[in-house]
T-cell receptor, first 117, second 109 residues
């Protein structure tokens, strides 16, 4: 089945530094990938839609200059949290859209738990 | 009105109980429906797709009522390992998936 690999699983960084999170589709090509954020006891919130070879589409309220998304190939999208602050601490999850998404839904990466100190 | 709404929960049930989750969606053009399960501090995982005719997978039964824009998930003979948050997911035609807020289930020994 479709597998999405997300790395790193967890990261602790100092306030003001940047963190890059990678999302790879391992056995399928994903023209579209999605980045979500989830705070404790809250639902997944879509941050942006990443399209291969073009600019990402950000949801309202998400700062595109703070959350940089690059989707340079059909199997890799990256999210960079720039100048991270403690309020950016959250669980970040990516998902990828494969050809059978209508039948089987999205495949999610295992998530990255970011803690900014 | 939110696009996808679910029972607020949490549901605390004893082992062996039958529990039902409800979900409603607002976009009548929605074409695909899913139930996902999310364990604490983990990513959501697909539990089952929901078909118009209803479908069953072991102890899990999903139903779809397009006229009422309503989806349900029934879990029979619940196990301790069923404890998780259950997410209703709707795919409006031509749009991204929309996640419900989730309903947390705790199965108690």
């Amino acid at each position: 089945g479709a597998v999405v690999s997300q790395h790193p699983s967890w990261v602790i960084c100092k306030s003001g530094t940047s963190v890059k999170i990678e999302c790879r589709s391992l056995d399928f090509q994903a023209t579209t990938m999605f980045w979500y954020r989830q705070f404790p006891k809250q639902s997944l919130m879509l941050m942006a839609t990443s399209n291969e070879g073009s600019k990402a589409t950000y949801e309202q309220g998400v700062e595109k200059d703070k959350f940089l998304i690059n989707h340079a190939s059909l199997t890799l999208s990256t999210l960079t949290v720039t100048s991270a602050h403690p309020e950016d601490s959250s669980f970040y999850i990516c998902s990828a859209e494969g050809q059978l998404v209508v039948a089987y839904g999205y495949t999610f990466g295992s998530g990255t738990r970011l803690t900014v100190v | 009105r939110k696009e996808v709404e679910q029972d607020p929960g949490p549901f605390n049930v004893p082992e062996g109980a039958t529990v039902a989750f409800n979900c409603t969606y607002s976009n009548s053009a929605s074409q695909s429906f899913f139930w996902y399960r999310q364990d604490c501090r983990k990513e959501p995982k697909l539990l089952m797709s929901v078909y118009s005719s209803g479908n069953e997978d072991g102890r899990f039964t999903a139903q779809l009522n397009r006229a009422s824009q309503y989806i349900s998930l029934l879990i029979r003979d619940s196990k301790l390992s069923d404890s998780a948050t259950y997410l209703c997911v709707v795919n409006p035609y031509g749009q991204n998936f929309v996640f419900g807020p989730g309903t947390r289930l705790s199965v108690l020994p």
